[in-house]
């Protein structure tokens, strides 16, 4: 088993003092858009945040990331839907490029959280504000990123119920 699957938790909790560079936010951001996607679209952009205001404006907008009190920086996943082929696909392209930067921010000895923006109006509302995301762009989601002050266990299991095999 891959050693940063396995390790990987959300991180709520941060040591504010150790900041995350802006060469490993490119590594994260790298990571990301290695991911596959429908048809190769890359349907997505980002907004890498280490200003401690912006920090505090997505404490201020998102319920659920009040990590973001203690994170040195964020990355806004920003999910740019196609209106042709492959139309639809746009989350779960999105989802793999997240999913490849926690994997990537574990590697690098940081921990990251995912929260949550799409589907939720009123999540999508005030990013679309504060940010400037116009139509037909959608706020997807945002990444806590940061050195770890918790060291959550690691709690993943495999759990063969889960699976149907045809042999
Ligand atoms: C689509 C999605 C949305 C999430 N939104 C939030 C969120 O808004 N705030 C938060 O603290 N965690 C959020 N999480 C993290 C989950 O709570 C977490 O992954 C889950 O409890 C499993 O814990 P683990 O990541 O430590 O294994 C989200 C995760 C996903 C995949």
Known sequence: MNEYIKNRRSIR??????????????QLLE???LSPSACNSRPWEFIAVTNRDTLDEIVRIHPYAQM?????????????????????YFAQDCAAATENILIEAVSL?????????????????PFRESFKIAEPK?????????????????????DEAKVTYIE
């Not at 909790?13 to 490119?26: A, R, S």
């Not at 000895?109 to 509302?125: N, Q, S, T, Y």
């Open 31 to 33: 990571a990301a858009m």
């Open 68 to 88: 973001c009190k203690t994170a040195s920086a964020a990355i806004i996943v920003i999910a740019s839907p196609q209106t042709g082929i492959p139309e639809g």
């Open 13 to 26: 909790k941060y040591n504010p003092e150790k900041k995350v560079t802006k060469e490993q936010l490119n």
């Open 109 to 125: 000895g940081l921990g990251a959280c995912w929260c949550g923006v799409f589907p939720k109006e009123e999540r999508i509302g």
């Open 138 to 158: 959608i706020p997807f989601n945002v990444i806590a990123v940061g050195y770890p002050d918790e060291a959550p266990e690691a709690r993943g299991f495999f």
